[in-house]
């Protein structure tokens, strides 16, 4: 602006409401020159004269302050005030009429400041406010445009008021503005399976109609150039200070290749499960097979090079279980049953079966006879036999372990405490970590792949229990589980 | 009379350890490794109970379940499903299947099941 006003006359800079000098300048004077000729036209009387000028400056001062803020209506103020002394000056008042008209001419200064302080100040916040709301509209806007996903923003009849770029890029058309998202034939819910078009479907529409969002909606879509999609729409209200709902407002993903790749990796999980445990099953049954020749035979050597191949068929195959439980947490295909059972019982079990995998340990077992919990009872077994072979591996030296099971409130806490090699304190931290695994006080190395710890954890917190440690190094590790005696739905 | 076992598993592998040792434990055994010949061999061999692998190349157990659990004639059939898949154990119930048990299994374990149900 400044640049133009430099081509320009003063009388064109002044139409351009960005002087804050010269208009007021001329307009004062001018202004009460002219009042002043008019007021001693119809009145002789100067009190009258002088109200009018007083009035009409103010209004002035008003006015400038209002466009141009602060600034403006000071200026105004100031020429004015000084116009005033000059026709004080200019009249040869004398006397008492002297003092009188510095004294009103000061009052009335101070007051017309105070009008400008005051209008301008107020004209200057509504301006920042305005300015405000108008950058945050650009700001959203353009953010909008740049996001990768599709936005709908409807009114609260659920008609579209605005859309961005990449929603016509999903969807593969325009949805226009005022398109109605309940009733309006909808690209959306053109269902590959062609269900009919119920206006209940939409989210958006839904949204409005429930007052809840919608979160994490999918929809197997087909596009108008024949191209299938799945999306994920989220959908949520948009409501004015007073809480009253004004507009909704959907995110629209397309999760099509995610949804593609989830699917290879279930493919191969399945397969390479498949191809994995059926050699296993082989080779346990001819273990088995051999055995009882041996048996027969009674080769005392045969039989245990037999039960050594057994215990690695055996390894392998807790080992592929552990990485197919890892690949189904992570892919959030991690299934529970539940059913009700005595956990003393599925302790005594397990102790009983690990009790027979070594001779240098004795589990005792502390604690009361039936205790029913709600929960997977596989899965919980497989965290007592991951506690109970961990305890054994770690305490090569210490002879002694102890598994309880302890009624607390609403909860069944078991332990399995074991005096083998411990773990430090910032091993504590780590260990329920995928892949961690502990050493001892030389680094020396444990076998397995490190996931038995994760995986119970992932199985305990499912069931809403807690899993914990407490050890000392070179003493022993206490490993404690809680589940709470009524699993919560869900 | 020894109780009769039909198994059908696709891999050989499985297939002649799991008839010897059913067979060391006294049953009748008869194997297949074509799910497509299963109904001509019921037929034939007149089984008490089938094992059946889920997923064999060519025929899928299930349909086979389903087919068998559909007439009347094999009522009184038992059926023990089985697999490595690790979904399979919930389309077995689905189907029809008496019971289901998942591969890598436990010769005990597996011998037990079998003894339960055919009592």
Redesign the interface.
Known sequence: MNRINRYLNPIERLGNGENSFFLPLIANISLSILSEMYAYGIAHNPMIVGMYIIFLNAAFIIYFSFRDGVLGGFISAIITVLYYFYIIYTRHYSGQQFTAGVDTTIMLGLIYLMLALIIGWLKQTIDKLIGREANEKIWLQTIMQQLAVGVIITDNKGRIVQTNKQLEHILGMKLPLGFHMGRDSNPLFTTMDNKPKVPAQSTFYQTLKTNKPVVGREFSIQRKDGKNLVVQVNSSLIRNKKKKVIAAASIISDITQQKELERQKDDFLSMASHELKTPITSLKMFIDLQRQQLEEKNSQKAKYFNERIGDQANRLKELTNDLLDVSRIQTNKFRFNSEEFDIASVIHDTVEGLQGTTKGHEIFIKGAKNQQVRADRYRIYQVLVNLLSNAIKYSSAGKKILVEAKRDKDEIIVSVQDFGIGISKTQQEKIFERLYQVTDTQEKTFPGLGLGLYISKQIIERHKGKIWVKSTKGKGSTFFFSLPLRIPKG | MNKKILVVDD?K??LE??S??LE?EGYAVDAISKGKDVYSRIGSFKPDLLLLDI?MSGTDGREICRMLKRNNKNKSLIVIMM?????AEKDSTNIGADDFIA?????ADLLTLIEKKLQ
């Open positions: 891999d592998d499985i350890p799991l010897l040792i060391s997923f697999s490595a898949h690790p979904t591969k890598p299994f436990e010769t």
